[in-house]
Each structure stands twice: as C-alpha cells, then as structure tokens.
Antibody, heavy 121, light 110 residues
Framework: QVQLVESGGGVVQPGGSLRLSCAAS????????MHWVRQAPGKGLEWVAF????????YYADSVRGRFTISRDNSKNTLYLQMNSLRAEDTAVYYC??????????????WGQGTLVTVSS | QSVLTQPPSVSAAPGQKVTISCSGS????????VSWYQQLPGTAPKLLIY???NRPSGIPDRFSGSKSGTSATLGITGLQTGDEADYYC???????????FGGGTKLTVL
C-alpha cells in the first residue's frame, strides 16, 4: 500500500533552517509529481511547493519562494523540503502529497501524516 | 484571503443533502481541474473528487463533484454523522503558477 512518511520537523528559532524529508513506498515514486502542503494551527490548507516526476519543474507559493527549495531523490524514493530563513508564520504541520499526474497538478491522492514545524524563540 | 472562495460552514440533518461551493476565476477553476478533499479532525486530508467530478476507488457515490465556468460544487447526499469534517477545494492557478486551495468549509451534521 502507498505510504508517505514525513520527518525532520521540530522547533527552530526565527531565521533558522530545517530540512523535511518524505519517504515514499508502495508506488513507483519516480513516476509521479509531488507536493508539499502546510496547515497552520487552526487554519486551512496552504499549498507550498510542487515538483515534477523528474525534478525538472518546480513551483512555489509566493510566501516561500526564495526561502524554501523542493527536491527529490528518485533513487531513494524520497522528497525533500529545505526551509531557510524561517519565520513565525511558517509554523505549521507540513504534509507531503502524491499527485495523480507525473507532470502537472491533477490532485493529490495520497498524503503523509504530517510533521510539525514550530518557529519560535 | 484564499484565491478560491468557499462558505465557512454548512449544515444539514442526517440523511439530507448538502452542497459546498468553490468560486474562482478563469486562471484557476476556469481552465484547470478541480479536486476536493475531506479532512477529519486531527487527520491528513483525503481525496474525494479529482478532475472536477471523478471519484477515487473507495469513495462512495454519495459524494459528487461538478464544475461550471469558474465555479465548482461538491455534493454530499445521505449525510452521516461521520461526514462531519472540513472540506477543501483545490486546483492550479495558471497566472500564479501555483497550487491554490479554498479556505475550507466546516460541515456540521445536525
């Protein structure tokens, strides 16, 4: 069965960095686009970033562009989110999600359980 | 302020039908596929509808989706108390080159 397991969350000071990982199994990871989506405490879903199956196309929300970098290692079936210059407003549960498509946004059919990132001094 | 607009809450009695609207523009809903998600308290979102109206395997036909112009609608019939959750619409915005979600709608089954 499809599994997405996020890790790497924790408490970090403003201005700090974290790298999130998402280990994928149960499907051909290298054939599907992937997303990061976050949810601040008590708030709605916010799309963060998208990466095509081969890593060649990446897109970001305005709120994170220039600070966050999405990447993938298809040999390790792992998705990453490098987060730099973190701000208090980045505090959220971060979900990785598999897209139905390999190259475009068609909807996310599988989601991880999420990892909490708290930015606080 | 979300790019896609949903009502904050809807409610209906068990067994009844409810619809949740999602309003956007030509750069998002008007020219891209819409998906719908259910998020039960304390859990990750779950895909209910993709490509505007298709259901993944395992999703009962009580859930339906439709799109017209720059708006989409999720319908739920035969409401059950287990349907109480937050519901989100999502799509791609071609002008922003970004994914977008609605603000979410809390469904209460009275």
């Amino acid at each position: 069965q499809v599994q997405l397991v996020e890790s790497g969350g924790g408490v970090v000071q403003p201005g700090g960095s974290l790298r999130l990982s998402c280990a994928a199994s149960g499907f051909t990871f290298s054939s599907y686009a992937m997303h990061w989506v976050r949810q601040a405490p008590g708030k709605g879903l916010e799309w963060v970033a998208f990466i095509r199956y081969d890593g060649n196309n990446k897109y970001y929300a305005d709120s994170v562009r220039g600070r966050f970098t999405i990447s993938r290692d298809n040999s390790k079936n792992t998705l990453y989110l490098q987060m730099n210059s973190l701000r208090a407003e980045d505090t959220a549960v971060y979900y990785c999600a598999k897209d139905l498509s390999s190259t475009w946004y068609e909807g996310s059919d599988y989601w991880g359980q999420g990892t909490l990132v708290t930015v606080s001094s | 302020q979300s790019v896609l607009t949903q009502p904050p809450s809807v409610s209906a009695a068990p067994g009844q039908k409810v619809t949740i609207s999602c309003s956007g523009s030509s750069s998002n809903i008007g020219n891209n596929h819409v998906s719908w998600y259910q998020q039960l308290p304390g859990t990750a979102p779950k895909l209910l509808i993709y490509d505007n109206h298709n259901r993944p395997s395992g999703i009962p036909d009580r859930f339906s989706g439709s799109k017209s112009g720059t708006s989409a609608t999720l319908g739920i019939t035969g409401l059950q108390t287990g349907d109480e959750a937050d519901y989100y619409c999502g799509t791609w915005d071609s002008s922003l080159s970004a994914g977008v979600f609605g603000g979410g709608t809390k469904l209460t089954v009275l």
